[in-house]
């Protein structure tokens, strides 16, 4: 399976260097695609196939954890695979983040990492769709 | 927290994010800084601080340029190098709040924002040597981090 990436941050360079991590990983990419926000994440994700979402939590317009209620609540696309990459280091904030669903890498990560995050989401799909 | 491990966060995260080379405490301070961010924090109990991250120009243009993927000799923009730091500053600091106050309590950061060079001072400045160039962190609490200290309960020696 080749996935589409969404990559979600407010730093365009930050997306940058995510995006080659993602090229780095040995993960069989289709397309990449890149949001600044999580509203434009929302656009993007209504107008796209996205398989993978790589998502930043401290944003401006919509946060990363709203972003991801509202994805978890949008039956179209509540089932799509969600890893956080963040400095976030509240373990009440990462519980949460986890009971929605998603995996989490801590920045700084290497590539290897985001492919066991990515395998470890895929082990917990075991015959789900998107 | 003791210098040495203020340092080994910000080398891991240099390292690891930047690829940047670390080579231990800086042995001088710079001249002048080339960039210079703040990132302020919110925490518990109303608790906050900021920290301060600056980079001597070998180390603002070497981190624009790894984050890139530029190739030899080409060179950042002005732009790129502020982002660039921007984001080095925002991980440094997410990644030394934990290690000064533990992970149990949520901390709010600020987006980094640009300031004008000017030397670091404070309780903890710590400089770290690299390859590349120097990075020098300064670190402020409120109220020489009692709430905060006193809400997560951080064990004395641990303490900033």
């Not at chain 1, 401290?58 to 919509?62: E, G, T, Y």
């Not at chain 1, 920045?107 to 290497?110: D, N, Q, V």
């Given at each position: 399976m080749a996935f589409n990436v969404l990559v979600v941050d407010d730093n365009r360079m930050m997306r940058s260097m995510v995006a080659r991590a993602v090229g780095m990983s040995g993960l069989s990419i289709s397309k990449t695609y890149e949001a600044g926000d999580g509203v434009q994440a929302l656009k993007a994700m209504r107008s796209q196939w996205i398989d993978l979402v790589l998502l930043d939590i401290?944003?401006?317009?919509?946060n990363g954890e709203e972003f991801l209620t509202q994805l978890r609540a949008?039956?179209?696309?509540?089932k799509t695979l969600v890893i956080v990459v963040s400095t976030e280091s509240s373990q009440p904030r990462i519980t949460r983040l986890k009971e929605m669903g998603a995996g989490f890498i801590h920045?700084?990560?290497?590539p290897e990492e985001l492919v066991n995050a990515v395998n470890d989401l895929m082990a917990g799909k075991v015959g789900g769709d998107k | 927290m003791s210098d040495e491990a203020c340092l080994a966060v910000i080398a891991n995260v240099a390292e690891n994010l930047a690829f940047l080379m670390p080579t231990g405490p800086a042995e001088s301070t710079p001249d002048s800084w080339r960039i210079q961010i703040e990132v302020q924090w919110v925490g518990p109990d109303g608790s906050r601080g900021r920290i301060m991250v600056a980079l001597d120009q070998g180390a603002a243009e070497a981190t624009a340029a790894n984050l890139l993927g530029l190739m030899p000799g080409e060179v950042p923009s002005g732009p790129d190098i502020q982002d660039a730091g921007n984001e080095l500053a925002n991980v440094i600091a997410g990644n030394l709040l934990p290690v000064l106050y533990g992970n149990d309590h949520e901390f709010h950061l600020n987006p980094p924002e640009a300031r004008a060079p000017t030397p670091l001072y404070g309780r903890t400045v710590v400089m770290l040597g690299l390859w590349e160039g120097i990075i020098g962190v300064s670190i402020y609490g409120d109220a020489d981090n009692t709430r905060i200290l006193k809400a997560v309960q951080v064990p004395r020696e641990l303490r900033a």
């Open positions: 401290n944003m401006p317009v919509m949008d039956t179209a696309l509540s920045k700084p990560f290497r | -």
